[in-house]
């Protein structure tokens, strides 16, 4: 039974991700408004990237084979440039310029790539020592964004709007639904640096080593600065629109 395991998480990866995408097409159908034709467009448009980069790795990973963790990371990164670019143009495309952090594409980016900056570069350094299959992969990518949206969006919004967000429901549609919907779009940054690394050796792991759900879960606890970074954020503007008053 155990031979079988890995064949039946890879199904269940590729069915929950079909499960996604089927929930995503439904939901425009049922509100086809221009900010979730936009979503749509940025969910394919992601899975495409990442299929474009599998079908052309031939050329391209022989340029970075064998250049180590900077590459990987770097590869990476510009990975996740363009899902956060491809994300934020659809929208305001859209006019949905709600759903962006900053309708300004420079200050976007400031705000966002902190986060997928150190989640590369910790996700890069545990993949240079312990290699994980590629489903499991992709989980941890539906993971780490997860995570991100449900701490960031969903539990702050719960916080604000008490009487109009439900912080059970946004955390219930995140596992249902949203978990699946994010492993495609977090796919590029999950798999391209696991290439580059796979045409090298993996470095030996010493004998204090930690357990392998440590590892998979450590990229995660970037959260923590991030989430310190984007609170600083979103108070700076109120501190600096608020009138000084004394004596």
Do not use: H
């Amino acid at each position: 039974m155990k031979k079988y395991l890995p064949l039946v998480f890879r199904l269940l990866v590729i069915a929950g991700s079909i499960w996604g995408s089927i929930a995503l097409v439904a939901g425009f159908l049922q509100a086809p408004y221009p900010s979730n034709l936009a979503v749509v467009e940025s969910y394919l448009a992601s899975a495409f990237f990442t299929l474009l980069l599998f079908l052309t790795r031939r050329w391209w990973l022989d340029v970075l084979a064998g250049k180590g963790i900077l590459a990987a990371s770097l590869a990476g990164i510009f990975c996740a440039l363009v899902v956060e670019t491809v994300s934020w143009g659809t929208q305001m495309m859209a006019g949905a310029t709600a759903n962006v952090t900053s309708t300004n594409y420079l200050l976007n980016l400031l705000i966002t790539m902190p986060w997928y900056i150190g989640l590369v570069v910790i996700y890069a350094r545990v993949q240079e020592r312990r290699r994980f299959p590629v489903p499991l992969l992709l989980v941890l990518g539906g993971l780490y964004k997860s995570l991100l949206i449900g701490i960031l969006n969903a539990t702050t919004a719960s916080i604000l709007m008490s009487d109009q967000v439900s912080l059970v429901n946004s955390w219930w549609w995140i596992i249902r639904i949203g978990f699946w919907q994010y492993i495609p779009i977090y796919s590029s940054i999950m798999l391209v640096p696991v290439w580059i690394l796979e045409t090298r050796p993996a470095v030996p792991s010493p004998k204090n080593f930690k357990p392998a759900w440590l590892d998979a879960i450590r990229p995660a606890f970037w959260l923590f600065p991030y989430a310190l970074y984007w609170l600083v954020y979103s108070i700076l503007p109120a501190l600096f629109s608020t009138p000084i008053t004394g004596g």
